[in-house]
């Protein structure tokens, strides 16, 4: 009995020398030594060190973990890396002051692109974060009517390949159903190129009648395909914001299909409360819509859109005051409005009409995933949100204004969009969470300090408090300074696409 006492004994020993050696002598990658991790699914909020290995998370423990590079995190946040879903800044500028502020995913998803093959080409290993988009029905649309093929660029919906009147034209059109057909067509391509949905920015396509929209609801359904959608009306009179909700409602409905309603806040106007009340309604009746918001009073958009022909101060309650031409500052006067219309119809423009309380009730609200509606600069002007949109929501609505706790907060910025895109592209299972498996998408920010600084004046301001930002296991922000030279960023793309 002693003898089998002993040898129990013996082999209790070894096994927990094993053990000791497994968690104390591995090695990663990356460690990242003391910080608060918050897991919004799991609810995991604790002091934790995080081991890294080949682009994974491989432990999270309160063991002593050695790696190859450590960074001291203790007294940050350690969350995952932000996932922006609405995301135009698809460039490497728009990428570096978009991982400042903490984010590692940016998909473009409202207004798409096309070719799709030809733009994740255009990405392939040299893109700071991880990216991905829609197929572009305007441009699928605009594709087929005049047969032109365009590069991989974000411009709006095709007109950077077209001239400004053919353009204009083409989006006025309404389609016939041999054209709906063949626009289908150019889209069924994009999917099978990777597209993760279908993008309609419908306010944009005044052409695209409801005839239209519904055929690519069925369509969608079909081919297992998330749309998102720029809704068809912002305004407070009829036909008003709140058709946009009932147009998306209903064909969501009878389809069984699903779609998303970009920036509630815009869209909405001084009926935004309602349409999200409609929203929430629906959902509840299992119709598979959803929304998001970004945290300022203000929109951007060229000052050729449609949805600035004429009648526009009555259907969104402003004036041209409340337009500033973006690269000068300058708010707009009727001569001016004129003649920038004319003369640069695809220049930007910030219409500042939004209310504050609004926006704050809005970035509250359970279920709706925060964005950045984030747009590329030109010539040093842009709008803020594009720097600024994650650290705003956790240094003004969390810490100063405690609008909402940090737990939730992150949780619309990690595993909602995460789940929300899960079913339609499979790499979305291992983002947004920060758990032994997921991918090293991770931000560190100092909860005390985290805040952003862009503003409509100087937009090219970098976050502060964003200290440390992983893109599958790579630093490309660390001590708040970005990593020249690294590209880590992989495509996200449909499952049909998937390998």
């Excluded at 009926?271 to 309604?281: Q, S």
Aim: with cysteine.
């Amino acid at each position: 009995m002693k003898v089998l006492k002993s040898l129990a004994l013996s082999s209790f020993l070894i096994i927990a020398v094993s053990v000791s050696t497994t968690v104390y002598g591995a090695s990663y990658d990356v460690v990242l030594k003391g910080g608060r991790v918050m897991d919004p699914e799991s609810g995991l909020d604790a002091v934790r060190n995080v081991g890294i290995k080949d682009g994974k998370i491989a432990a999270i423990t309160t063991a002593k973990l050695n790696g190859a590079r450590e960074i001291d995190v203790s007294g940050l946040v350690v969350a995952p890396g932000f996932i922006d879903i609405h995301d135009h800044a698809q460039d490497n500028l728009g990428n570096a002051f978009q991982a400042r502020d903490g984010v590692t995913t940016a998909l473009e998803m409202e207004l798409g692109v096309y070719p799709v093959a030809a733009w994740y080409q255009s990405r392939a290993g040299k893109a700071i974060l991880n990216y991905g988009a829609t197929v572009s029905h305007g441009k699928a649309r605009l594709a087929m009517l005049t047969g032109s093929r365009f590069r991989p660029t974000n411009d709006p919906d095709g007109a950077d390949a077209v001239p400004a009147a053919e353009f204009q034209k083409a989006i006025r059109t309404e389609l016939t159903d041999d054209q709906i057909k063949g626009m289908l067509s150019n889209v069924e391509e994009g999917l099978r190129d990777g597209g993760l949905g279908i993008g309609i920015g419908v306010a944009y396509v005044p052409g695209a009648r409801r005839t239209e929209i519904f055929r690519i609801f069925q369509f969608a359904r079909q081919h297992h395909a998330l749309i998102f959608v720029h809704g068809r009306y912002g305004s407070r009179i009829e036909p008003d914001s709140l058709d946009t909700a009932q147009e998306l409602i209903a064909n969501a409905a009878a389809t069984g299909g699903a779609v998303h309603l970009c920036h509630i806040g815009s869209t909405g106007g001084m009926l935004a409360m309602t349409l999200l009340e409609m929203i929430e309604a629906a959902q509840t009746r299992q119709v598979n819509i959803s929304t998001e918001v970004y945290p300022y009073t203000a929109s951007d958009t060229w000052i050729g859109a449609p949805i600035l022909d004429p009648g526009w101060q009555q259907r969104v309650d402003i004036t041209y005051s409340d337009l500033e031409w973006r690269d000068t500052g300058e708010r707009l006067t009727e001569e001016t409005f004129n003649k920038y219309r004319a003369e640069q119809p695809f220049g930007k423009v910030v219409a500042h009409f939004m209310k504050e309380e609004m926006i704050r009730q809005i970035v509250a609200r359970p279920g709706v995933i925060i964005v950045s509606d984030a747009t590329g600069f030109s010539e040093g002007s842009g709008h803020p949100r594009t720097a600024g949109t994650f650290a705003r929501v956790l240094g003004r609505y969390v810490r100063e204004e405690q609008v909402l706790p940090l737990m939730e907060a992150l949780a619309k910025m990690t595993i909602l969009p995460a789940r929300r895109l899960e079913p339609f592209a499979p790499a979305m299972a291992h983002k947004g969470r920060l758990q032994k498996g997921a991918d090293a998408d991770i931000a560190v920010f100092d909860p005390a300090t985290v805040i952003d600084n862009a503003t409509f004046k100087n937009a090219m301001q970098y976050s502060t408090g964003i200290k440390h930002v992983l893109v599958n296991g790579v630093v490309v922000v660390e001590n708040e300074a970005l990593t020249p030279n690294v590209f880590p960023g992989k495509p996200v793309r449909n499952a049909v696409a998937m390998p």
